[in-house]
């Protein structure tokens, strides 16, 4: 079952390139000024957070410093998270015209949100990659070989992604109201993962609860790069547990619920 | 047929369910666990208990009243409705004339949605630009004109020209049509006959939903028949056909 529904999509491997490819195209229109718009919103909230804490409260030890790559390395991840969860769960409502009219497996239209995001965050990856070499040749940080652990932190948040848009987009077709819900839930989200903080900021029983959170181990792997501390193992072992359990959530409430949702479409 | 025994499409004993009200209160819980639902009597079924074979080359006719389920098989054929018992299995590609203007999108100019749509159905760029002059012929010299205009400009006849004359451009072996030929002016239908029938002439299969008895008799050679959702005749085009007038009369 499940080696089949990877061998049609990779079949259908084409027209996933052309649907990537428009999306791009759309959100790219206005070449430099579309590229502008992706990273201008993560940038800025950087910005914000590194205002607040950084210059107004003057404490640094929320993060780890540079603070503001601190808090690049948190936000441009989640920006994808962010845009993924939100798009990805409306897939198939969004396409149910197409959805109405190709037989093409159902699953393509979350993965092609998943890759389309994905691809906006490789983009957005220069910009943190030259803040890390303003700060190196500042002498402000060291990096390691840790660096090329980066892939591996986007291999797995890949898979969480497609699991969450698995399971979310047929609930978000039968039930109307699952949208809001989503958008809270997703702004809890950002203050429940390590992204404008250090893990070991939260008080014990706290931090393990963070711990579930799939984003804190995938984050992991993206900052031990640029800063010299040791990586926490049991967040990392948890978010690839929890990736894949979504994933296979995901599948199953999927395969459940397409019946169902192709008659209400 | 000898040559290739397998039927294109079979059949084999598909169901499938609907709720009476089309939006209903679900209980998402209630779904993935039981799977039935736990109030049987506000569903139907669309259709029950059909089964038939259909062989490479055969053009079938579907009639029926209208919620008999006729536009429903076309879309269980189709793959975009999965049915809730037995199982349908299709052998080879499938063109199909539901929805045609589903895959075009409003803001994209004519020509992108013909790359694009072809490109859904399985078509590369190369394709497309070999064939992209005799799909915009066969849609009129006023989809020419607007070829790089955006698509939510077209009148509605133009879309559904335009996306007739992409899809039926598809290599395809087996073309669903369902109650296409009903628009578009006399000049267009005379076209898309004759396309159909080009079409036919290529050993494709054909399954034609339709009102009109000509359309039947023109292109059809085998019939079913529909009725609340069941098979209830399966012969000749025109031995159904009288079979179909009987009952209403």
Not at chain 1, 28 to 49: H, R
Not at chain 1, 81 to 97: D, H, I, M
Not at chain 2, 162 to 183: C, N, Q, R, Y
Request: hydrophobic share 45%; charged share 20%; net charge positive.
């Amino acid at each position: 079952m499940a080696t089949s529904v990877v061998k049609r999509l990779y079949q259908q491997r084409k027209v996933l390139r052309i649907m990537v490819q428009r999306d791009l195209k759309v959100r790219y229109a206005q070449s430099f000024l579309g590229y502008i718009w992706t990273i201008l919103d993560p940038l800025l909230m950087s910005m914000i957070y590194f205002v607040v804490f950084s210059l107004i409260f003057q404490r640094g030890g929320y993060g780890l410093q540079p603070y503001i790559l601190f808090l690049l390395t948190g936000m441009l991840p989640w920006q994808w998270f962010n845009g993924a969860v939100t798009e990805g769960s409306r897939a198939l409502q969004a396409e149910a015209k197409l959805i109405r009219s190709t037989r093409l497996p159902r699953e393509l239209w979350v993965l092609r949100v998943v890759m389309s995001k994905g691809l906006e965050y490789v983009f957005s990856l220069p910009i943190l990659l030259g803040f890390g070499v303003v700060f190196f040749i500042r002498g402000e940080i060291e990096p390691n070989w840790r660096l090329v652990l980066l892939p591996v932190g986007m291999a797995i948040q890949f898979v969480l992604l497609l699991g969450v848009g698995l399971l979310l987009s047929p609930i978000l077709v039968l039930v109307n109201d699952m949208n809001r819900i989503i958008r809270i839930v997703l702004r809890m989200f950002f203050y429940a993962t390590p992204i404008i903080y250090t893990l070991d900021r939260a008080p014990g029983v706290l931090q393990t609860i963070l711990w579930f959170n799939p984003m804190t181990g995938i984050l992991e792997f993206y900052r031990s790069g640029f800063f010299p501390v040791p990586m926490q193992l049991p967040p990392i072992l948890i978010s690839v547990s929890v990736t894949l359990g979504l994933l296979f959530l995901g599948r199953l409430v999927f395969k459940r619920l397409e019946p169902t949702v192709l008659k209400e479409i | 047929m000898a040559a290739n025994p397998k039927p294109v499409i079979s059949a084999d004993d598909i169901g499938i369910e609907f709720f009476r009200s089309r939006k209903r209160n679900l209980s998402i819980r209630e779904i993935i666990f039981k799977r039935r639902m736990s109030h049987p009597r506000e569903t139907f079924w669309g259709l029950r208990n059909i089964s038939f074979d259909i062989h490479a080359g055969d053009a079938v006719g579907l009639v029926g009243a209208n919620g008999g389920g006729k536009s429903t098989l076309l879309r269980v054929i189709a793959g975009v409705l999965l049915p809730d018992e037995g199982k349908v299995t299709v052998r080879k590609g499938v063109a199909p004339l539901i929805e045609l203007t589903g895959g075009f999108l409003g803001d994209l100019t004519a020509r992108e949605n013909i790359y694009l749509t072809a490109g859904l159905h399985g078509l590369t760029h190369d394709q497309v630009d070999e064939r992209f002059d005799e799909i915009v012929d066969f849609a009129g010299p006023q989809v020419r004109d607007g070829l790089d205009m955006p698509f939510r400009h077209f009148s509605s006849g133009m879309k559904v020209r335009l996306g007739f004359s992409v899809v039926t451009t598809l290599d395809e072996p087996i073309i669903l049509v369902d109650e296409v030929l009903a628009v578009g002016d006399k000049a267009f239908k005379e076209k898309c006959y004759a396309r159909m029938e080009a079409l036919l002439s290529d050993n494709r299969t054909l399954f034609l939903v339709s009102h009109s008895q000509g359309d039947l008799k023109r292109f059809c050679t085998r019939g079913l028949y529909l009725k609340s959702g069941e098979l209830v005749g399966d012969g000749p085009m025109n031995d159904v056909l009288k079979q179909y007038s009987q009952d209403n009369r």
